[in-house]
């Protein structure tokens, strides 16, 4: 009997110590993975620049390790809903299959090749292009990027006037149309004026912008007539040398500002009567993000120029499409194009596109979005309801946006653009650093939030990402004037 006491403590004790062992063993897993972890924040942190930030405030990005239709992940495990398909560009959502086999299919039948070939990539993407663009664009320059598809824009339209003097652009001050020379030179917002007077192109004029809630001229509509879109048409007459116009149909980062009804087609008009270009940017607003194909196709505009890029390969790889009528490319037949690069036309950028076409026509994805987008409108008209630190509410489709009030009445912001430049803790992002912890990413600007969730999107999963909204803006609300 002894024995077997003697042997089962035996066993006892050998299990203790695999268990003490294995757990030791554990714990040092677990902690070597999270050294892994913050050395590779550290490391990111260390050796890249964060991107429109003052440096010190991102010394440990969080580290995302996966990510899966509306939901990304990161290394601990945690579960995000991607609540603004990051920078409103996922919009199929993260891992299409079709998208991603279209693009490993590419990189093993060619790369890359000089933009001067032909090549059946390219072939099919500009025949799928021209089957869901605006009606009368027929040419296309192909870039990487957004910033490059308007700086392709500008130098197009400043060729094409060329041989009447004109060479002005007219933009507008709520505005964000990219990064480099020309295209920073044309964004209105205060991103601007960290590259002036460097990039000061001459040329480049603003005008107001159609924000119905924030009205320059202090205008109700209908009765304001649309004051914004004849104060641009004065500014034409009396600038002279105006070669063209540049607007977000739908601003986007500055607010998801949507123009009222009369807004675009009147441009499209004073543009026609100015003999002038209308460009429209539609990096963000385009790919079905507002319940059409594109914007403009809303209010029945055709543009002249149209720039598209993030939705076009749900930003799978990195493309921008300037778009050009048959006019303005019928011109280049016997003058010189002045503008290309390297990567024009990559092959393997472009191949997400026909893919990401047949992908919102399998999956329904307009319909999804003008069905969704209504619901998410809906929901967020309730919050509005619920919360005093609510200004305004705004949007399309599935683009959104809340805007912030300190005082309803008066329209004061909490917060404002120099706030934001000199580094210093918004109130938009202390909420979606509380969205952030209950598993909610929210894109904040200055003092509003931009809600564009995945086309994808089911009702399930805008309510879960309204609800967390909800609660964290409890955290503003007793910050008001009252």
Not at 145 to 163: F, H, L, S, V
Not at 265 to 281: E, G, S, T
Not at 416 to 429: A, C, H, R, S, Y
Request: with cysteine.
């Amino acid at each position: 009997m002894s024995k077997e006491i003697s042997d089962q403590t035996g066993a006892l004790e050998t299990l203790l110590s695999n268990g003490v062992s294995l757990l030791n063993r554990v714990t040092e897993e677990i902690t070597n993975l999270s050294m892994q972890l913050d050395e590779t924040a550290e490391l990111v942190a260390k050796h890249m620049y964060g991107t429109w930030r003052v440096q010190k405030n991102w010394k440990k990005p969080q580290n995302i390790v996966d990510a899966e239709g509306v939901y990304f992940f990161d290394a601990s495990g945690k579960k995000f809903l991607d609540f603004s398909s990051q920078l409103v560009c996922v919009n199929l959502g993260h891992k299409n299959q079709a998208v991603i086999e279209a693009i490993v299919e590419q990189a093993r039948k060619m790369p890359y090749i000089s933009p001067a070939f032909a090549t059946e990539i390219r072939a099919r993407t500009s025949a799928a292009l021209m089957k869901v663009l605006p009606e009368g664009l027929e040419k296309i320059f192909y870039s990487t990027a957004g910033t490059e598809a308007n700086e392709a824009a500008i130098k197009i339209t400043r060729m094409y006037q060329k041989p009447k003097g004109a060479y002005k652009i007219i933009s507008r001050y709520t505005s964000y149309h990219g990064s480099t020379a020309g295209a920073i030179a044309v964004t209105g917002d205060p991103r601007r004026w960290f590259s002036e007077p460097s990039n000061k192109i001459p040329g480049t004029i603003f005008a107001p912008d159609c924000y119905c809630y924030r009205c320059p001229f202090q205008q109700e509509y209908p009765a304001c007539g649309i004051t914004c879109a004849e104060y641009l048409d004065y500014m034409i007459a009396n600038e002279g040398n105006v070669a063209g116009i540049i607007v977000e149909p739908v601003v986007g980062t500055n607010g998801v500002l949507v123009p009222v009804k009369e807004y675009l087609p009147r441009l499209r008009q004073i543009a026609d009567d100015r003999n002038i270009l209308l460009i429209v940017d539609e990096v963000m607003a385009g790919w079905g993000r507002t319940g059409t194909w594109f914007a403009v196709d809303n209010w029945g505009v055709k543009p002249d120029i149209l720039t598209t890029a993030k939705g076009s390969t749900s930003a799978y790889t990195p493309l921008g499409i300037t778009a050009t009528t048959r006019r303005i490319a019928d011109y280049f037949e016997e003058n010189y194009f002045a503008h290309g690069h390297t990567y024009e036309a990559h092959p393997l950028a472009m191949a997400p596109v026909p893919a990401v076409i047949q992908e919102y026509k399998r999956l329904n994805i307009l319909e999804n979005v003008r069905k969704q987008g209504a619901y998410l409108g809906k929901r967020l008209n309730e919050i509005k309801e619920k919360h005093v630190s609510v200004g305004d509410i705004r949007g399309i489709g599935l683009f959104w946006a809340v805007e912030l009030a300190k005082n309803r009445k008066t329209k004061k912001p909490f917060n404002t653009g120099p706030e934001k430049f000199t580094g210093q803790t918004l109130m938009v992002d202390r909420v979606a650093a509380e969205l952030f912890n209950r598993g909610v990413y929210l894109m904040a600007w200055i003092n509003h939030f931009i809600i564009a969730p995945p086309l994808i999107v089911t009702k399930e999963q805008v309510d879960q990402g309204v609800d967390a909204l909800d609660d964290a803006l409890k955290i503003v609300d007793g910050e008001v004037d009252q």
